[in-house]
C-alpha cells in the first residue's frame, strides 16, 4: 500500500475538523454586541433559570419563598453560572494561547484555537455585560480554587487540558439549551444562552476530537495523572457554579442554603443530568476509572 493509499491518521482527522470548523466558524458566528439588546427591558415576571434546575428547588427553603422571590434567586443563580463560565473561559484562553505557541501556524489545529480565542474572548465580555444588565453581582470561585487554577492553567497539557474544559462547556451548555427553549425564562438570557450555544458546539467538537487523539497515545503512568487531575478540575468548576453567597440575595444564610443544596437529591439529579453526555464520552476514552469516578461522584457528575 502505498503512502497515498494509507488510511488517515487520528491527527489528519483532527487537521480536517478543524478545517471545517474554521469554515464553519467564518459563516455562523456572532457579535453579542450587535446581535442583543442590551437595552430591552427586564421583564419583572420573568424567571432567569428553569425553577428545577435552582439548586435548592424541592427543599423546604424553597417551599418558604414566595414566587418574586424564586424569581430572584434565579436571576443570581444564573448570575453565579456565568460568572463562573466567565471565569473558566478566560482560564481556556490563557490555555489555547499557550497550547498554540507551541503548535506550526500554518496547522489548521493551531489556527482554529486561536479561532476560538476570538470566540471566547467575545463570550466572556457578552456574560459580564448579562451579568451587568440583569443587575447581579459577579460571584467567584473560593479563593482556594482561584489559587489552584493559577497552577493548572500554567501547565495543564494534553487531555488535562481538553478534557476538564469539555466538562465545563457540556455540563453548562445542557443547561442553556433547556433555559433557551423555556418562553418563560427572561428573552435576554435566552439569547445569550442561544448564541452561546451555537458557537460552543463547533469548540467541544475539537475539543472531543483532541481527547480522543491525546489519550492513544498517553502511557500509563500520564494517563492516570492525566485522569485524576481532569477529574479534579472538572470537579473545582462544577463545585463552583452555583457560590453560596446568592442566597443571600433572598435573605437566606450562605452556610443555611449550601447545606440545603448539597443534601437537595433534585439538584444530584440535575447534576448528573447536565454531565450525563460529557461522562459518557469520558468514560468510553478510559477516563472514568476506579480512581478517578469517586472525584466525579463528590460532585454528583457521575
Keep these: 500500500m502505498t503512502a497515498l493509499q494509507q488510511p488517515p491518521t487520528p491527527l489528519d482527522a483532527v487537521r480536517k475538523t478543524a478545517t471545517r470548523l474554521l469554515k464553519s466558524s467564518s459563516k455562523n458566528s456572532y457579535d453579542p454586541d450587535l446581535d442583543i439588546d442590551w437595552d430591552a427591558p427586564i421583564p419583572a415576571d420573568k424567571k432567569f ?6 439548586s435548592i428547588y424541592g427543599t423546604a427553603l424553597w417551599d418558604s419563598l414566595d414566587d418574586a422571590q424564586r424569581i ?3 436571576r443570581h443563580e444564573l448570575a453565579s453560572v456565568a460568572s463562573t463560565g466567565l471565569w473558566f473561559e478566560i482560564i481556556l484562553i490563557e490555555m489555547l494561547a499557550r497550547w498554540a505557541y507551541h503548535q506550526d501556524p500554518q496547522d489548521p489545529r493551531t ?3 486561536l479561532t476560538e480565542i ?3 474572548t467575545r463570550h466572556v465580555l457578552m456574560f459580564a455585560k448579562a451579568i451587568e444588565r440583569l443587575g447581579a453581582p459577579t460571584y467567584r470561585p473560593h479563593v482556594v480554587i482561584r489559587q489552584l487554577a493559577r497552577l493548572y492553567k500554567a501547565v495543564a497539557a494534553g487531555p488535562a487540558l481538553f478534557a ?9 451548555d445542557r443547561l442553556q439549551r433547556e433555559t433557551m427553549n423555556d ?8 439569547m445569550v444562552n442561544r448564541i452561546h450555544v451555537v458557537e460552543e458546539a463547533r469548540h467541544v467538537r475539537f475539543a472531543r476530537e483532541e481527547v480522543a487523539r491525546q489519550m492513544q497515545t498517553l502511557g500509563l503512568p500520564a494517563r492516570v495523572l492525566s ?6 478540575v472538572a470537579a473545582g468548576v462544577a463545585a463552583s457554579l452555583i457560590s453560596p453567597q446568592v442566597y443571600t440575595s433572598v435573605g437566606i444564610a450562605p452556610r443555611d442554603g449550601l447545606r440545603a443544596a448539597r443534601s437537595n437529591p433534585n439538584y444530584a439529579e440535575t447534576r448528573r443530568w447536565m454531565a450525563e453526555k460529557i461522562m459518557a464520552f469520558l468514560d468510553e476514552q478510559g477516563m472514568v476509572t476506579w480512581y478517578s469516578r469517586p472525584i ?3 460532585v454528583s457528575l457521575v
Design 49 to 54: 433559570l428553569p425553577f428545577e434546575r435552582v
Design 72 to 74: 430572584e434567586l434565579s
Design 111 to 113: 489556527q482554529y484555537a
Design 118 to 120: 476570538g470566540d471566547e
Design 164 to 172: 476538564p474544559v469539555l466538562v465545563a462547556e457540556e455540563i453548562t
Design 183 to 190: 418562553e418563560d425564562v427572561n428573552p435576554l438570557v435566552r
Design 227 to 232: 485522569n485524576v487531575v481532569s477529574a479534579a
Design 296 to 298: 466525579y461522584k463528590l
